[in-house]
């Protein structure tokens, strides 16, 4: 009897033990003794002129293997993301049929599931699983390190907005600048604009109305790269109510140009109103000259020169 | 044995939207939407892998008008009625889907977004540039700058003062916020031109990173490609792009963000749903738009799309964590094979688009948080940042001048200066040479004028985003674009039409301009005249 007693409160005991061990609370697994480390962060703050860092502490170490790596899935499919940066947001329009949704079915259910039921795989199918709460105290705290809030902007409610004047939107026709902008599209092409009503009126005045009115306006292009003579490679023909122009053909990859902006009569006369800084166009394939031979001064032996600079 | 090195730069830009005028506007959610997205998962991965006691090393480029948002008070308190509408329409969704098979779904939107909640409140107070700092200054980080608004400088080389205001104003701002000025700088749309470096070199700018035909059509041909640095004429290091690793993750056809078991951004329940139920989340004006809620995966070239199951997008997003720091270890490997022996070690230059991870991606914070756990197993690479590169071999490749290039369409500017957007630069270089001609006439100008020139000075870094030209090429939200260069080269007009006739501008009309437009507090329009830059 008394044996069979033992046994019970034995068991008992033995039970209890075994729910508390159970029960209680497994903390994440730590990769070594950097997980300590990140309790209190070296502040790193490195200026230019000071000595490099000791990243030493960086070193890659030697842990568990991960599962074997995979390779990608092979059908991909095209997302418009791919096409540029920020702000690109194309509303695809969706597919029509789709029920609206809205009654509400039922009391609110407010129900907080552990993110581990759906989200990460169960305990050893994917080896170490570390999950942390934003308030784990796993994670260093955040210093004061608020950054200061701007000065500007402080304003009397209500504001009347209105007060701006901005229903209609206005640029100026012109800036009292006279110019010829050059700028570089790719390796091809150029755009050109201008901005030239001073030296106009001036030629204006100079030529008398008769010979002005013979006169047309056209683009000269220069071909102004070292060791070329700058001579014009070509005449556009532009029409007096352009005041941009896009030279997409006659340019090469690596030359230097000046555009000019002028008038010129039937005979072939032209008179300057205004010329581009010159403008280099950027290459559109490798060097085929080293840093190496450049310094040589010479070409090595066999060298057949290259087709371009 | 280390054979070599990788170094990920994620670079976080959103133009300058805020408009006090209005409670709601759709494009300020362009920010909210990042930051949901992107800027907290991202912090939440790189403080799990800190507490784990991962090593890792990210560079992430907060652009100006990005870290002038996530300041602002007014954008704190929207973005946080954003995030509050957000856990909202999740509980009702729970609610809504309990006998849908989307109820899965929406639950992990519910534990996701509450998580999001606590962490922007309670652990980041509304203060996420402080987490990014945080994380600097525990040695996990390199932060660099980016042009002060995003100017695209190719375009706006003309006017040597406008290049450097846009270098000169981001690098006292980055070192009014962090204490220090900026290693690195990464030029707005990686647009490099000849004698840019000029104008970075004088901001005390170490390094700065090029698209790869910025190197490899380099005069004199680069040894190394771009797997080593080198230095402009300038004494700039250039870091190029590396198009394997780029492509990767990027391209539409062999990324990793095309698989079909990750989130399709396409299809979201902003479409579907009633305005009363969206909530706040509903666009304004009756505007179908996106929620953020998206309960489908990419599935396939098919318009029938299957739900999005959490568990086997975290199975994929591992898979290719994996392969990716396989592949970069393998590349690292070839690399150095092929390499002359007596340079220093490759390095593998790997720059995305921060918003493309979270945003576009949903799972691209996962994602980087894998590699990083990943690369932390591994013997022979090591991720590290250009800033450390840079100090273990100062050497680099030698000098050569980099061409002009950017990572846009075809890799030019032509994406910047078309049909759609030429117009852009006659006003923005007109505008550019009256500031220039103010600043240097009112070098000692009256506090009224100063005042005033600042305010200009913001007008006119506003209208030089890049982000306006890029929105009027693309189509989408062209009439926003329009609309904003317009209104800040009137307003900047305006100014300097006042101050050129002698006078000052209507100061009621000025402290509203101001508080719309109300970046950089401490811009001093001196920047523009070049005698005040050097002197400082």
């Known amino acids: 009897m008394m044996g069979l007693v033992f046994l019970v409160v034995a068991g008992l005991i033995f039970a209890a033990v075994w729910i508390t061990l159970a029960r209680r609370p497994r903390t994440g697994a730590r990769l070594g003794p950097d997980a300590t480390d990140a309790r209190e962060p070296e502040p790193l703050v490195v200026r230019p002129g000071d000595p490099p860092p000791d990243t030493s502490h960086y070193d890659n170490k030697q842990v568990a293997p991960g599962p074997e790596p995979g390779l990608p899935n092979a059908e991909l499919k095209e997302r418009v993301h791919m096409e540029g940066p920020k702000g690109n947001r194309q509303h695809k329009p969706h597919k029509p049929g789709s029920p609206k949704r809205t009654e509400r079915r039922g009391k609110s259910r407010h129900r907080d599931v552990e993110l581990a039921s759906e989200l990460l795989p169960p305990a050893g199918a994917e080896g170490r699983v570390v999950r942390l709460r934003p308030d784990s105290p796993d994670r260093p705290d955040m210093p004061d390190v608020k950054t200061e809030v701007g000065e500007l902007g402080a304003l009397p409610e209500p504001v009347d907005w209105s007060y701006l004047g901005e229903e209609e939107l206005n640029l100026p026709a012109t800036y009292g600048w006279d110019r010829v902008i050059a700028m570089v599209r790719n390796p091809y092409s150029l755009y050109v604009y201008w901005e030239l009503d001073k030296a106009g009126a001036r030629l204006r005045e100079m030529l008398g109305e008769a010979e002005w009115n013979r006169t047309t306006p056209c683009l000269r292009l220069f071909d102004v790269t070292p060791g070329l003579a700058g001579a014009p490679v070509r005449v556009i023909d532009i029409g007096p109510e352009n005041d941009h122009w896009f030279i997409n053909d006659f340019v090469e990859p690596g030359h230097r140009y000046i555009v000019s902006y002028e008038r010129r009569t039937p005979e072939g006369r032209y008179y300057l109103l205004g010329h581009s800084d010159p403008t280099q166009l950027p290459y559109d394939r490798p060097a085929q000259q080293t840093a190496l031979y450049r310094m040589y001064g010479r070409q090595p032996d066999g060298w057949q020169g290259s087709p371009w600079r | 044995m280390n054979s070599g090195y990788v170094a990920i730069v994620l670079h976080a830009h959103l133009p300058f939207v805020r408009h006090p005028d209005h409670e709601h506007y759709l494009e300020e959610r362009w920010l909210f939407e990042a930051i949901t997205e992107c800027y907290l998962p991202l912090l939440d991965g790189l403080e799990r892998l800190e507490a784990e006691g991962v090593p890792f090393r990210l560079t992430v480029s907060l652009s ?267 590349q690292v490997a070839a690399l150095r094979g092929m390499l002359p022996s007596d340079g220093p070690p490759p390095l593998v230059v790997a720059p995305y688009d921060a918003e493309l991870f979270g945003h576009w991606w949903f799972e691209g914070p996962r994602f980087l948080e894998e590699v990083a756990r990943q690369a932390a197993r591994r013997q022979d690479i090591r991720f590290i940042t250009a800033g450390d590169y840079l100090d273990l071999h100062p050497e680099g490749q030698g000098q050569f001048e980099p061409s002009l290039s950017s990572w846009g369409y075809k890799g030019y500017a032509e994406f910047w200066c078309d049909g759609a957007n030429h117009w852009v630069y006659r006003h923005l270089h007109g505008a550019g040479r009256r500031m220039v001609e103010l600043a240097r006439r009112h070098g000692d100008g009256s506090p009224g004028v100063r005042r005033a020139l600042n305010q200009a000075a913001r007008e006119l870094l506003l209208a030089q985003a890049s982000d306006w030209p890029f929105l009027l090429k693309t189509g989408t939200a062209s009439n926003y674009a329009w609309r904003r260069v317009h209104m800040h080269l009137q307003r900047f007009n305006q100014i300097v039409d006042a101050i050129s006739a002698g006078t000052e501008p209507d100061p009621v009309w000025l402290t509203l301009v101001e508080s719309a437009d109300n970046l950089f507090p401490h811009l001093d329009y001196r920047v523009y005249a070049p005698a005040a830059a050097s002197g400082e």
């Open chain 2, 64 to 330: 100006p008008t990005l870290m002038a948002m996530l300041d602002d008070p007014l954008l704190r308190t929207r973005y946080q009625r954003y995030l509050e509408a957000s856990v909202e329409l999740a509980e009702k969704e729970v609610v809504l889907t309990r006998d849908w098979p989307e109820h899965r779904v929406a639950r992990f939107y519910q534990r996701h977004l509450k998580n999001l909640h606590k962490l922007y409140l309670e652990r980041y107070q509304r203060d996420v540039v402080g987490a990014f700092h945080r994380l600097a200054r525990a040695g996990y980080v390199d932060l660099i700058t980016c042009g002060a608004t995003h100017g695209f400088l190719p375009l706006l080389h003309h006017q040597p003062e406008v290049v450097r205001a846009q270098v000169e104003v981001a690098a006292r701002e980055f070192q009014r916020r962090f204490g220090h000025p900026p290693r690195g700088f990464w030029l707005p749309e990686c647009g490099y031109y000849p004698t840019v470096d000029q104008a970075l070199r004088r901001a005390g700018v170490q390094y700065c990173f090029v698209e790869t035909h910025a190197i490899t059509h380099a005069r004199p041909a680069p040894t190394r490609g771009t797997y080593a640095h080198g230095w402009t004429p300038g004494g700039v290091a250039v870091f190029g792009r590396d198009p394997t690793s780029s492509k990767q993750v990027w391209s539409a056809h062999e990324g990793y963000p095309g698989d079909g078991a990750y989130r399709e951004f396409y299809r979201d329940i902003g479409f579907d749903r009633d305005p009363e139920h969206l909530g706040l989340l509903a666009g304004p004006g009756g505007i179908k738009t996106f929620s953020g809620f998206k309960y489908h995966r990419v599935t396939g070239p098919t318009n029938d799309k299957d739900l999005y199951d959490p568990w086997a997008a975290e199975m994929t997003l591992r898979r290719h964590a994996a392969h990716f720091v396989q592949e970069r270890a393998r």
